[in-house]
């Protein structure tokens, strides 16, 4: 099994280009079974996931001719409406199938995804959210078969904020008979990201980016051609590296106006940010001061960004509260960063992080994406050789991450 060898202790120095967003990326796709001529996705980033998502399409007869950088998916001849268990439990967002395949299709089998390593994560706003749009929904053995001749728009209010829950309902309610309401709709810039490939392939979509989505059912939706938008958490990752080795780094391509909560808290360790249009520049030179932060949904400090700044406070000055809101067991990295000697207690979801002078290398084992992230920033910090096992999670969300962070001067190999 591949593995990442890390040699910290350089401060990363350079220019980096962001990457499409893996979590635009793939609702994206998974709107191209809505349309009956081809959508063109550009900016695709080249990961493993947008590779099981193409994967999942073509078993159901999608048409995809993929370059390095882009795919174009025909699903005007849609043989199957199902997503097999195999695929689902590679990748939760597999989902995002449901909402469209019943829509179109009239109906859909889609494996019900399993418990995870970050907390529960049901799906049960995705079918309630259906159902009240008039699909009649069983579950057998594992699996969601979702039956609806033409599905009715719906006033739907989903009691906890959800990302792909809302991606899944708005991308249905497109082609419902009638208006649809989503209320307390996640506001995530992914969402916007969806909403504006939807509309450029006839969606009638009002109020994308604010908690309540309206939705104009049109009977069929056309092709398109969509460039995905920047990945503003392979971005924040890249600033908290900057600023966790003391480096001076510019990002290109970057998503500026859905980085603010992430740069408002580098700004408060210490870190000169100047911001472009397209461009962040990060310069930090002396050890990072410790800062506190709770997650929250769009626009508050986003989950996916909380493991990355606990390796940033385990070497900052001072001692911070980390408390995640959205899932209930998202602190997986933190015993293995106490093996690079980090001090962190955790009370209930918060974890606490006294923040030490340096930290020093050793074996550690990656247990989900992120938490991935946050072991290899605290690999470049730590002294001598940190040995990240399990990398195949950061391969599903983090493009070539070895060789972009090695043109910055970090010293970190692939090695088997
Ligand atoms: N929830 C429910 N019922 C539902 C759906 C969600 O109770 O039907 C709960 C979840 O258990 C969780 C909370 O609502 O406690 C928020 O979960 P959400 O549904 O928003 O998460 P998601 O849509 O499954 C997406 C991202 C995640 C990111 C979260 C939160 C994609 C493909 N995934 O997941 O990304 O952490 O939103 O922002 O968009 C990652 O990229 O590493 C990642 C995990």
Redesign the pocket.
Known sequence: MQKLSIHGGVALAGEVRVAGA??AA??ILAASLLASAPLRVTNLPQLN?VRTMIRLLERMGVKAETGAHEATLDASGLTEAFAPYDLVKTM??S??ALGPLTARHGEARVSLPGGCA???????????GLAAMGATITIEAGYIHATAPRLKGARIF?D????????NLMMAACLAEGETALENA?R?P?VVDLARCLIAMGARIHGHGTDVISIEGVKSLGGAEHSVMPDR?EAGTFLVAAAATRGNVTLTAAPVSSLEAVIDKLREAGASIAVGDDTVRITLRQRPRAVSLRTA??PGF???MQAQFIALNAVADGTAHVTET???NRFMHVQELRRLGARIDIEGNTAIIAGVERLTGAAVMAT???ASASLVIAGLVAQGETLIDRIYHLD??YERIESRLSALGARIARVS
């Open positions: 893996k979590n793939l609702p996931d939760r967002a989902i995002l970050i907390g529960e994560r049901p799906v049960d706003l995705h079918i309630k989903m906890t904020v959800t990302v792909t829950g809302t991606e996640a995530e992914e958490i949904p769009h986003p989950t996916d959205i899932f209930e989900d994406l992120r599903r969300g």
